[in-house]
């Protein structure tokens, strides 16, 4: 029997040949934490270990993407823990400059096909773009691989997943991962390992990729595989320095179900309060006030959201609060360049520095009680910008054009 | 490995909250974790789990927000196995690298009573329940996973095989 994309990967990192459901021993490439999380990490390092060497300096990062710049205190002095551990064992640090997480992985060349990366964020699986098993993890989990190495898994099924047609113009990559969230469910994926194809995916270029990747959290899967396309591989070559060569599942690999969407008359669709797969399309709910939006976050803060979002905003003033966060510098340098951020400016909305921004509560532009917003970002259970407020997701070009109205819109009508 | 004592009973999806309130995660000590194990299901948990150190449950046991706390506190209360019909996947994961055995048996999770004493052989994948008179079967834990349990948890297993 062949194997698919996971079993590919955890069979390199394992040195043997596995099957869903077994338990194997895989080498670790890259553990990555952040300044929340991290310095539990760090603190239970230094209490199993003292000051034992990690195992590779080189394969552990720390990415500050919550809490930049601190506000509180507390939030200083847990930077100011991995500042020092970083020092004191050679490790990365990604500072207060860079950027959410998972993207400043991607941009500064520490993933590749066949990696194994834990981190300790829910969403670290949106590295399946570049056909690296990358995922969440507990402190004890990323404690011991930062001594050792290695981790256990458990080898997940893999389900795959068609997606063809051409949607229409402002129906975008958000709107096919909600669509999809709505049909499986929270948890209708529940540690299944996903392989993407359909013409759809293959045209797609990497901020898109990364938008459906990233949600295949919500429906409670374990990792989400495009297969790179030349605009993906020539991205990971240029910033890792090296022969990307894909990797492609056996003709004979086993899939334990097969879904095929066509999204040629997908609308644009929202997920309502407070759940993300209370999806509806934006027509069922259009008109409603809201308050504010966010534009953002590493489902959809990368230059291509930006792009659409400016496209319906130029020569506009938004009615609704906006927030625009380019998921990293690098991402806010391009959208410099390309005028985005004039036209964000002169819309009316506040450009905030690169960061994982209005995902948590813990940031700047939380809700009131009551407060309804519109928000790029992946997730809308209660409280989780801000008590008794309601928070729809959506794609860019529907918070664009509902921030201009001041009410929830469809996209199409702005053209 | 051989795991004999009394049970508690509990039911269905039972979530990390009641296992270990979100309103004591600020503790970082295990011992003081282990006085809070329960206390927003079973009041009564630390003194049951005096002489009742099994626990068996229905379906998704531990399933809601991944702390590892859940898995810690039971363990440091005294709790030596947990047989449910499944568990969440994070808790399953966390429980392991605690080094705390857990079993899945629909079959078990079923028959078994509140007070019943039970003999679980980990290795041959038996339950044996003593004051029943009965047997259940489950699949065996690899034994790379057995060892992780037997050296208490998983930093302590790697300290141990790779010195």
Same mark, same amino acid.
């Given at each position: 029997?062949?194997?698919?994309?996971?079993?590919?990967?955890? &069979? !390199?990192?394992?040195?043997?040949? @596995?099957?869903?459901?077994?338990? @194997?021993?895989?080498?670790?490439?890259? @553990?990555?934490?952040?300044?929340?999380?991290?310095?539990?990490?760090?603190?239970?390092?230094?209490?199993?270990?003292?000051?034992?060497?990690?195992?590779?300096?080189? !394969?552990?990062?720390?990415?500050?993407?919550?809490?930049?710049?601190?506000?509180?205190?507390?939030?200083?002095?847990?930077?100011?823990?991995?500042?020092?551990?970083?020092?004191?064992?050679?490790?990365?640090?990604?500072?207060?400059?860079?950027?959410?997480?998972?993207?400043?992985?991607?941009?500064?060349?520490?993933?590749?096909?066949?990696?194994?990366?834990?981190?300790?964020?829910?969403?670290?699986?949106?590295?399946?773009?570049?056909?690296?098993?990358?995922?969440?993890?507990?402190?004890?989990?990323?404690?011991?691989?930062?001594?050792?190495?290695?981790?256990?898994?458990?080898?997940?099924?893999?389900?795959?997943?068609?997606?063809?047609?051409?949607?229409? &113009?402002?129906?975008?990559?958000?709107? @096919?991962?909600?669509?999809?969230?709505?049909?499986?469910?929270?948890?209708?994926?529940?540690?299944?390992?996903? &392989?993407?194809?359909?013409?759809?995916?293959?045209?797609?270029?990497?901020?898109?990729?990364?938008?459906?990747?990233?949600?295949?959290?919500?429906?409670?899967?374990?990792?989400?595989?495009?297969?790179?396309?030349? &605009?993906?591989?020539?991205?990971?070559?240029? !910033?890792?320095?090296?022969?990307?060569?894909?990797?492609?599942?056996?003709?004979?690999?086993?899939?334990?179900?097969?879904?095929?969407?066509?999204?040629?008359?997908?609308?644009?669709?929202?997920?309502?309060?407070?759940?993300?797969?209370?999806?509806?399309?934006?027509?069922?709910?259009?008109?409603?006030?809201?308050?504010?939006?966010?534009?953002?976050?590493?489902?959809?803060?990368?230059?291509?959201?930006?792009?659409?979002?400016?496209?319906?905003?130029? %020569?506009?003033?938004?009615?609704?609060?906006?927030?625009?966060?380019?998921?990293?510098?690098?991402?806010?340098?391009?959208?410099?360049?390309?005028?985005?951020?004039?036209?964000?400016?002169?819309? %009316?909305?506040?450009?905030?520095?690169?960061?994982?921004?209005?995902?948590?509560?813990?940031?700047?532009?939380?809700?009131? !009680?009551?407060?309804?917003?519109?928000?790029?970002?992946?997730?809308?259970?209660?409280?989780?910008?801000?008590?008794?407020?309601?928070?729809?997701?959506?794609?860019?070009?529907?918070?664009?054009?509902?921030?201009?109205?001041?009410?929830?819109?469809?996209?199409?009508?702005?053209? | 490995?051989?795991?004999? %004592?009394?049970?508690?009973?509990?039911?269905?999806?039972?979530?990390?909250?009641?296992?270990?309130?979100?309103?004591?995660?600020?503790?970082?000590?295990?011992?003081?974790?282990?006085?809070?194990?329960?206390?927003?299901?079973?009041?009564?948990?630390?003194?049951?789990?005096?002489?009742?150190?099994?626990?068996?449950?229905?379906?998704?046991?531990?399933?809601?927000?991944?702390?590892?706390?859940?898995?810690?506190? #039971?363990?440091?209360?005294?709790?030596?196995?947990?047989?449910?019909?499944?568990?969440?996947?994070?808790?399953?994961?966390?429980?392991?690298?605690?080094?705390?055995?857990?079993?899945?048996?629909?079959?078990?999770?079923?028959?078994?009573?509140?007070?019943?004493?039970?003999?679980?052989?980990?290795?041959? %994948?038996?339950?044996?329940?003593?004051?029943?008179?009965?047997?259940?079967?489950?699949?065996? #834990?690899?034994?790379?996973?057995?060892?992780?349990?037997?050296?208490?948890?998983?930093?302590?297993?790697?300290?141990?095989?790779?010195?």
């Amino acid at each position: 029997m062949g194997s698919t994309i996971i079993e590919k990967i955890l &069979e !390199k990192a394992s040195g043997k040949k @596995v099957a869903p459901g077994d338990k @194997v021993w895989a080498k670790i490439d890259l @553990v990555a934490m952040r300044d929340f999380g991290g310095p539990n990490v760090i603190l239970k390092y230094e209490k199993e270990f003292d000051d034992e060497p990690v195992f590779d300096p080189e !394969k552990i990062a720390i990415t500050f993407d919550l809490h930049i710049p601190p506000r509180q205190i507390k939030e200083a002095e847990n930077q100011k823990i991995c500042r020092e551990f970083a020092r004191k064992k050679g490790v990365k640090l990604f500072d207060i400059n860079h950027g959410i997480g998972q993207h400043t992985l991607l941009e500064n060349g520490l993933v590749k096909p066949y990696d194994v990366i834990i981190g300790t964020d829910s969403h670290m699986n949106l590295l399946g773009v570049a056909e690296a098993f990358s995922t969440g993890v507990g402190i004890t989990d990323i404690v011991t691989a930062m001594r050792y190495g290695k981790l256990w898994f458990r080898v997940p099924e893999t389900v795959k997943i068609n997606i063809n047609g051409k949607p229409g &113009e402002f129906v975008t990559p958000k709107d @096919v991962i909600l669509h999809l969230v709505g049909y499986f469910g929270a948890d209708g994926l529940s540690y299944k390992s996903v &392989e993407f194809y359909g013409d759809f995916i293959e045209n797609l270029g990497l901020d898109g990729r990364i938008t459906i990747a990233s949600m295949v959290t919500e429906m409670d899967g374990k990792i989400g595989f495009m297969i790179p396309n030349a &605009e993906v591989i020539n991205f990971l070559k240029e !910033k890792t320095g090296k022969e990307i060569k894909p990797i492609s599942p056996d003709k004979d690999a086993e899939y334990i179900e097969s879904y095929d969407f066509d999204i040629s008359n997908l609308e644009p669709m929202i997920s309502c309060p407070h759940s993300p797969d209370n999806v509806k399309a934006v027509r069922e709910v259009e008109g409603k006030e809201i308050d504010q939006v966010f534009i953002g976050s590493c489902t959809n803060g990368r230059i291509e959201d930006l792009r659409i979002a400016a496209k319906i905003l130029k %020569g506009k003033r938004v009615k609704a609060r906006t927030i625009i966060t380019p998921s990293t510098t690098e991402v806010a340098k391009q959208a410099l360049r390309e005028g985005l951020i004039e036209v964000f400016l002169e819309s %009316g909305a506040v450009v905030t520095n690169p960061s994982c921004a209005l995902c948590t509560i813990g940031h700047p532009g939380v809700l009131a !009680k009551g407060d309804v917003t519109l928000s790029t970002s992946n997730r809308n259970y209660p409280g989780k910008i801000g008590k008794g407020g309601e928070i729809y997701l959506v794609s860019p070009a529907t918070a664009a054009a509902s921030a201009i109205n001041g009410r929830i819109t469809d996209p199409r009508d702005m053209r | 490995m051989i795991i004999k %004592g009394k049970v508690i009973k509990y039911g269905d999806d039972i979530n990390t909250d009641v296992i270990f309130p979100g309103r004591y995660l600020a503790i970082t000590d295990p011992k003081e974790m282990a006085e809070h194990a329960m206390e927003d299901l079973d009041k009564d948990f630390l003194e049951k789990v005096k002489e009742k150190r099994i626990i068996v449950a229905g379906k998704n046991f531990g399933c809601g927000s991944s702390r590892e706390q859940a898995a810690t506190c #039971l363990k440091y209360a005294g709790v030596e196995a947990i047989v449910a019909k499944s568990f969440a996947r994070i808790f399953f994961r966390n429980a392991i690298n605690q080094g705390m055995p857990v079993i899945e048996s629909a079959e078990a999770s079923e028959d078994i009573d509140d007070g019943d004493e039970i003999e679980i052989i980990l290795d041959r %994948g038996v339950i044996k329940n003593l004051s029943k008179g009965k047997e259940y079967n489950f699949k065996p #834990l690899p034994a790379f996973i057995m060892e992780i349990i037997e050296d208490g948890g998983l930093v302590n297993h790697l300290k141990k095989s790779i010195k």
